[in-house]
């Protein structure tokens, strides 16, 4: 399951969702302020995660670029086969 995102505002001191949802009860969510994310690059990588996502994104570039690819259809099955 995807955690898409939700809006909320602010009310007498409390978050209040801006549109329902249907994650379970006494479900927990983290929430940041949107500020904070964007001045973050948009993720909470340090820079050695960082570089290694670079690195990892130059190697899955190059394969590409090689042409060693896998076809979109067989992966979506694959993940329907374990789902």
């Given at each position: 399951?995807?955690?898409?995102?939700?809006?909320?505002?602010?009310?007498?001191?409390?978050?209040?969702l801006d549109e329902?949802?249907?994650?379970p009860e006494g479900e927990i969510?983290?929430?940041?302020?949107?500020?904070?994310?964007?001045?973050?690059?948009?993720?909470?990588?340090?820079?050695?995660?960082?570089?290694?996502?670079?690195?990892?994104?130059?190697?899955?570039?190059?394969?590409?670029?090689?042409?060693?690819?896998?076809?979109?259809?067989?992966?979506?099955?694959?993940?329907?086969?374990?789902?």
């Amino acid at each position: 399951m995807t955690m898409q995102p939700m809006r909320a505002h602010v009310h007498n001191g409390r978050l209040v969702l801006d549109e329902p949802t249907d994650l379970p009860e006494g479900e927990i969510v983290e929430l940041v302020p949107l500020d904070e994310v964007l001045a973050r690059g948009g993720d909470y990588l340090d820079a050695d995660e960082r570089a290694e996502l670079h690195r990892d994104l130059a190697t899955s570039i190059a394969e590409a670029d090689a042409g060693h690819l896998i076809d979109a259809d067989d992966v979506l099955a694959d993940l329907r086969a374990v789902w």
